[in-house]
């Protein structure tokens, strides 16, 4: 226990407020919708708010390259995390004072804050790895997804009881905590070897490129797992988790607290996924989590069609955040990397980062307009269950347990040396 208890564990916990950035990102629209739906009536802008929504999915495969451009440049771990919280709360202040009006300089902010996902995306995950010690590194690994999930929680309850202005507010303030304990935390030991790093690293990617023949089928792999993992939907339902609870109109529970509930079955899973994985295999696991996103999903739509139960919907979603918490939200982020020897394997995550919020802004800007078509909540919900199927089929035969990946990297080495 005491091993747990530690300082680092106090560094982890400051650390830990750059995913919970994420979370308020992606939590807003959600609750933020119902309420500008009520109280700008018919001025509400239907066909430019799935825009306002999803354009910070387009920016943020971005801003994952942005901590890496400023490390560059010679600034350190908490001084490029203190630019980051600095813009991210100028930009949350303006976004308080968004009326119906000055719907574009609310626009603005999400384009601008898009930059600022990506950058959470990439500094959370490494600044994590770094004041971890040595023996955990996996479980404060889990720590990045589960502030995640927390952050979209927070702003759910807050939209619930307050108008949006004040789930601004509340983010602006808990980038200015971390503006201030961020220098609590001394510059890592291994910022100070990256120089010598980064040199070994150039000279090996001027050796060798990712873009080569014998690249193309893990990138492929790559592309594919990724693809799954986003047209599952999950980024287009938790954007308009509200509405979709509204239509179900469940008597005593209001939609928010409906989309709390079911958002918070993520947590769980995220609690259980690492310890699971590990017990059972990637590849079972990541079967276990497809059939049940996929199950839920396919379900939801014949429920909306044919209105079986106004509680079943709830069910359904809770039931669909924990499957993909097991396995399809954390599994594409390490093993596709993995897939590619140590020399190319930064440049693949950086693909595979940027892959994923592509593919996130072309689900979540599509999906509102595939709803409003024929398709209707039926044929939306079945074409996220299809695609989440044939992705569970792929990934069984494709994704590798690490056991085999010690074996293609031991092979790849002996590739090059010769």
Not at 179 to 195: F, S, Y
Not at 396 to 412: C, G, T, V
Request: with cysteine; aromatic share 14%; net charge neutral.
């Amino acid at each position: 226990m005491s091993s747990f208890f530690r300082r680092e564990l106090l560094y982890a916990a400051i650390v830990c407020l750059t995913p919970l950035g994420f979370g308020y990102l992606i939590g807003y629209p959600s609750p933020a919708a119902s309420y500008f739906r009520k109280e700008w009536g018919s001025e509400f802008p239907d066909k430019h708010w799935d825009l306002f929504v999803a354009i910070s999915q387009l920016t943020g495969a971005i801003g994952p390259y942005i901590p890496s451009l400023l490390f560059k440049f010679g600034l350190g771990r908490r001084l490029v995390a203190s630019i980051i919280n600095i813009l991210s709360i100028i930009f949350w202040v303006i976004l308080a004072f968004m009326k119906v009006k000055t719907f574009w300089m609310g626009f603005v902010m999400r384009v601008l804050q898009g930059f600022m996902l990506g950058a959470f995306s990439s500094l959370g995950p490494l600044l994590l790895l770094e004041v971890a010690p040595a023996e955990q590194t996996g479980l404060y690994g889990t720590f990045n997804q589960i502030f995640i999930v927390i952050g979209i929680l927070i702003l759910y309850l807050i939209g619930e009881y307050q108008k949006p202005y004040v789930m601004c507010i509340y983010s602006a303030v808990s980038h200015a905590l971390q503006l201030g304990l961020i220098w609590l935390i001394p510059e890592t030991a291994i910022h100070q070897q990256e120089a010598e790093e980064d040199n070994k690293e150039e000279k090996k990617e001027e050796q060798e490129s990712i873009f080569q023949a014998k690249y193309i089928w893990p990138l492929t792999v790559l592309i594919l797992i990724m693809l799954t993992q986003q047209f599952s939907g999950i980024n287009a339902i938790l954007s308009d988790l509200s509405k979709l609870f509204e239509n179900a109109n469940i008597n005593g529970i209001t939609p928010g607290i409906q989309s709390f509930i079911a958002t918070a079955a993520q947590l769980i899973a995220c609690f259980f996924s690492g310890g699971l994985i590990k017990k059972v295999g990637r590849r079972a696991m990541w079967t276990i989590s497809g059939i049940v996103c996929a199950a839920s999903l396919i379900i939801f739509g014949f429920n909306s069609k044919y209105d079986w139960s106004n509680v079943l919907p709830v069910i359904l979603i809770f039931l669909y955040q924990f499957g993909f918490g097991l396995g399809l939200a954390p599994m594409p982020w390490y093993s596709s990397p993995e897939l590619f020897p140590l020399s190319v394997r930064p440049m693949a995550s950086a693909i595979n980062g940027m892959t994923s919020w592509l593919f996130s802004f072309i689900i979540v800007y599509a999906s509102p307009a595939m709803r409003k078509s024929k398709m209707g909540d039926l044929g939306l919900f079945l074409f996220y269950g299809i695609i989440t199927i044939a992705g569970t089929i792929f990934g069984f035969w494709f994704i590798r347990e690490p056991q085999e990946d010690k074996a293609e990297s031991l092979d790849n080495d002996e590739d090059v040396q010769a």
